[in-house]
């Protein structure tokens, strides 16, 4: 999730016109995208996904379009509420197997608000760097929460691989929030793979539970769709915490030898 939220100006403002915001925007982008401060100091914001360098283009074109009393806090309640909504939807497909739509629905919601709200809070250079940093990632851990919980309720996830997968990304959460206060980098992505594409990947599985079902043949044996997805995610996630804590390991290691 993009990390940043922020409240309007109180007090008389001057609304800056749609013209100048988008002739702005991808300057103040550029700027802000390198370095934000944070309490310990500067660090640098990389994101390397597939979809990355097209996902910035289509939000700051809509920041630039968004009306004005539409902040980056209101994005991310909305990227909240979306994920209550997800939640629900697979708790809700117990009894009725549409509801799996609306959990598709609350995805490209989540989406929206969870990525736009950084986005405005850059081109409106109305940036709140700890209060953002810090709101978003609790939303963040929390909308992990209710997406598990949801499916662990669900009948298309047992609730063990919904435990395993909910704690695997808390790891490796704490592991790039140390990273970001240890070694000034924050990674959105890992192997070319971020929130969207995880995000289109859940989507895509969720309509395939309502087009084939929810089991699948796997070696032999039938298994959950979304038990399988769960075990494989949760095992990446783990792959990339062993593979950053090395890397971040190593570099602070360099960084502060032992005297001799």
Known sequence: MEATAMT???????????????MTAARTMAAAETTRP????????????????AEKRALVWMAARLPHWINADHLTALGLLAMVGVGASYWASRWNELALLGAVAGLALNWFGDSLDGTVARVRNHQRPRYGF???????VTSMLLLCAGLALSPHMSPVAALLLLAAYLMVSAEAYLATHACGVFRVSLLKVGP??????????????????????????????????????????LGALAFSAIRNGLALYRAEPLPR
Request: proline fraction near 1%; avoid cysteine.
């Open 8 to 22: 309007a100006n109180k007090g008389t403002r001057t609304t800056p016109g749609a013209a100048t915001v988008r």
């Open 38 to 53: 944070t309490g310990t100091g500067a660090h640098v914001r990389e994101h390397g996904s597939i979809l990355a360098d």
């Open 134 to 140: 810090y709101v978003d990632h609790v939303v963040d």
């Open 196 to 237: 969207t594409e995880l995000r289109i990947l859940l989507a895509v599985g969720t309509l395939r539970l309502l087009t084939n079902g929810s089991e699948v043949e796997l070696f032999g044996s039938t298994w959950l769709l979304f038990d399988v997805g769960g075990v494989v995610a949760a095992a990446g996630l």
